[in-house]
């Protein structure tokens, strides 16, 4: 088992509550941001939401600190645009629905977030619902999945030295 594992199996295994476990793993991720080397320069700030929402959301956003669907906010350095960040710890072997995270997507699709992150523990980090269906179903346009994959981060932290050492993509621009 990886550190990371144990970890995980800690907070399933001790948490009283789903919303518990939760608590925890959102605050590992905001750790994790505020440590790991690929997001110390990117980020100059890491907040849970309610204490962002409390600090900046709400005076400067007119934003509620109630829960949104939004678990952490994130603050870039330099540019100071704001990521949304989605943190989902279920089961090993559960897979992360549409329907898990449409919340996030309201919540997160308005301003001042720019960038969207989900953190899982979905070994696959999938969407269970067909990608056409679910353009449909959202917005009714067939360019959805492809808008939805370039706007869409996902992080996984198993696989993170694995992508930092991919070679790099150029991608057109039209």
Known sequence: ?????????????????????????EELIRTYFRNEPRFVDLYSDVWLYTDWAK??????FHLSAKDTGIDLVAKTAGTEEFHAIQCKCYAEDYRVR???IDSFFTASGQKPFVQRIIVTTDKDSGI???????????????????????????????????????????????
């Open 1 to 25: 088992m990886t550190p990371l594992q144990k970890i995980l199996a800690a907070y399933r295994a001790t948490s009283q509550t789903e919303r518990e476990k939760g608590t925890y793993f």
């Open 55 to 60: 600090e900046i959301g709400g005076p400067q």
């Open 98 to 100: 549409k329907a898990d």
């Open 128 to 174: 269970t619902s067909d990608a056409n269906l679910w353009a449909t179903e959202t917005m009714g346009d067939a360019k959805y999945p492809l808008e939805l994959f370039l706007r869409v981060i996902t992080v996984s932290l198993e696989t993170n030295r694995i992508v930092a050492g991919l070679p790099g993509l150029e991608i057109d621009s039209k």
